[in-house]
């Protein structure tokens, strides 16, 4: 299923989704930095 931001969300394996939510993230600040 999807929250309203519309990122996947698996209530069975809420761990994994924090890491991948995580990893997204730091991935689109390193990306912001780099073009900044």
Do not use: Q, Y
Not at 8 to 29: S, Y
Request: with cysteine; charged share 35%.
């Amino acid at each position: 299923m999807r929250d309203k931001d519309g990122i996947i969300f698996d209530p069975i394996a809420p761990r994994a989704g924090e890491r991948l939510i995580a990893k997204c993230t730091l991935v689109g600040l390193t990306d912001n930095d780099k073009r900044s």
